[in-house]
């Protein structure tokens, strides 16, 4: 069984600086993606950025990026230039992909989340 | 736009009261997902429907039911909730056809039990 480990329950940082949340996750597979969720106060879950394991370039989507760490399984979220918009609870997720094809449910392994706080 | 609604966000019931929890999506995906997510916890996955077929996890309690009537409403039934079960019940949906697809997530329901 997969298993995700955010090792940081809370992080506190000043508008405008970077942050970098941590996760490792353990699996034997080789076929994988992995993905960052962001769930703000009182909303719904969104999608941050995801890496497929194949890929060895870094994903980026603006001010997020992540560096993906294949040999160590890790896999961490940088936030650049944050914003108070950014204070929210952030889930690393693991997701094994089927064998052949992709028809059906592709499960998330959720971490234990790092609660994260911009301030101004 | 809503994509994933779940009504209502609050609900309080009594200890072994029968209770529903409901999720609607407006995006035509083949999957849905219910989440069970206890205060600072990770998201647990409970089931999901692929279309009609109904996947449980092995280790979800016999007291959680779902039904799909069609493919935008899914419901989460609970038939004797007990204390433990207060939880925010999350329901998310995805396409079921993507590699590496995103699931799309609803608000949630914080499920309160006296």
């Known amino acids: 069984a997969q298993t995700v480990t955010q090792s940081q329950p809370e992080m506190s940082v000043q508008e405008a600086e970077t942050v970098t949340l941590s996760c490792t996750y353990d699996t034997s597979e080789s076929n994988y993606y992995l993905f960052w969720y962001k769930q703000p106060p009182s909303r719904q879950m969104i999608l941050v950025i995801r890496q497929e394991a194949y890929k060895q370039q870094n994903a980026t989507e603006n001010r997020f990026s992540v560096n993906f760490q294949k040999a160590a399984k890790s896999f961490s979220l940088k936030i650049s230039d944050s914003q108070l918009g950014d204070t929210a609870m952030y889930f690393c997720a693991f997701m094994k992909l089927p064998s052949s094809v992709i028809q059906g449910a592709q499960k998330l392994v959720f971490g234990q989340g790092t609660r994260l706080t911009i301030n101004p | 736009d809503a994509m994933v609604i779940q009504n209502p966000r609050y609900q309080v019931t009594q200890f072994g009261k029968p209770v529903t929890l409901s999720c609607s999506q407006t995006?035509?995906?083949?999957?849905m997902y219910w989440y069970q997510q206890k205060s600072s916890q990770a998201p647990k996955l409970l089931f999901h429907?692929?279309?009609?077929?109904?996947?449980n996890e092995a280790d979800t309690p016999d007291n959680f039911q779902s039904r799909r009537p069609n493919t935008s409403f899914c419901f989460l039934d609970i038939r004797s909730p007990g204390l433990g079960d207060a939880a925010m019940y999350l329901c998310?949906?995805?396409?079921?056809?993507?590699?590496?697809?995103?699931?799309?997530f609803g608000p949630g329901t914080r499920l309160l039990v006296l």
């Open positions: 998310a949906t995805s396409r079921g056809d993507h590699r590496g697809e995103t699931q799309y």
């Open positions: 429907y692929y279309d009609k077929d109904f996947n």
């Open positions: 995006l035509n995906h083949n999957v």
